[in-house]
């Protein structure tokens, strides 16, 4: 199993500012993702997090918005770019490590984000 | 469009009671379906999946889910509710071709003392 850790757990922003939530993996891993969780909603796929190229994002977000990196195989970081009350949120990251349909998928415990 | 239905927002049970939370699911191809729990300040934790084989998937802390693909459901279960297993459920499905998971919106357990 991995286990996945998110700095900062929470944080009270105001808005027009910008925020990097880091994701660390406690061992390589082949997929990194990052959720978002909005109050009373399910999770929403922001993207995937492609190591050594640009993040593949989902429908309804874009990379100006929520660059992401991912420098290796075990981190990643989430930025949520030039907030508004509607970004806050809880933000998940996530990892799988590919290979077999058996491989399940980890979360980290959140991030979460209160924008004024 | 892949989707997942959770039509209960709450369930409320008395502990001792069975319990069931309901999930219907629609992909094209395969599902892999999997339950997750989630606790007050903590990550999801996998409860139970279904990949292939037995339609009866047995999990973590009592619980099972049978899939059905007549029905396209993967109703969870558990005979005797503890209070403990109150916490917020998601029925998720994988579809392989894309390689994501898509989740339901969720289902708040309450397993009344």
């Not at chain 2, 009592?62 to 029925?91: M, R």
Request: proline content about 5%; hydrophobic content about 35%.
């Amino acid at each position: 199993s991995a286990v996945i850790s998110q700095k900062p757990s929470r944080d009270i922003c105001q808005r027009g500012t910008s925020l990097t939530i880091q994701c660390q993996v406690d061992s390589q891993v082949t997929m990194m993702f990052w959720y978002r969780q909005q109050p009373g909603q399910s999770l929403t796929l922001i993207a995937t997090a492609n190591q050594g190229s640009e993040a593949t994002y989902e429908s309804g977000f874009v990379i100006d918005k929520f660059p992401i990196s991912r420098p290796n195989l075990t981190f990643s970081t989430l930025t949520v770019s030039n907030m508004s009350p509607e970004d806050s949120s809880i933000y998940l990251c996530s990892a799988r490590t590919s290979g077999s349909i058996h491989n399940e998928q980890f979360f980290g415990p959140g991030t979460r984000l209160t924008v004024l | 469009a892949q989707s997942v239905a959770q039509p209960e927002d709450q369930v409320n049970v008395a502990e001792g009671n069975p319990l069931t939370v309901k999930c219907t699911y629609s992909v094209s191809g395969n599902p892999y379906l999997f339950w997750y729990v989630q606790y007050p300040n903590r990550g999801l934790q996998v409860l139970l999946k279904y990949i292939t084989g037995d339609n009866l998937v047995k999990g973590s802390y009592g619980f099972e889910a049978e899939f059905n693909k007549s029905q396209t459901s993967f109703h969870l279960k558990k005979p005797s509710a503890l209070v403990s297993d109150s916490a917020l459920y998601f029925c998720a499905v994988r579809v392989v071709r894309d390689d994501k998971i898509i989740f339901g919106k969720g289902t708040r357990l309450h397993i009344l003392p």
